[in-house]
């Protein structure tokens, strides 16, 4: 196999693991969130704005990966 196709492999591995991990992430974390404002409506500010914190570092993640990825495939 050329290190073209093998990087292109990569990038396609890559793009879809990280797709998967901040997907699976974010779901762990709006499941809890959602239960907690039910459980306690008065604390729903707190409860969303920590949940919005925490998702867009884990979408910061993910677009780091995808960023590594997309060099992968001009590096390759």
Do not use: H, N, Y
Not at 11 to 26: D, F, H, R
Not at 31 to 39: I, K, Y
Request: glycine share 18%; net charge negative.
């Amino acid at each position: 196999m050329e290190p073209t196709a093998l990087a292109w492999l990569g990038a396609g591995l890559g793009v879809g693991l990280v797709t998967l991990g901040a997907g699976l992430g974010i779901g762990r974390l709006a499941g809890p969130a959602m239960e907690g404002t039910a459980r306690q409506p008065e604390a729903t500010g707190d409860i969303r704005t920590s949940m919005i914190i925490a998702a867009a570092l884990i979408e910061g993640v993910a677009f780091f990966g995808l960023v590594i990825a997309f060099l992968l495939t001009i590096k390759g």
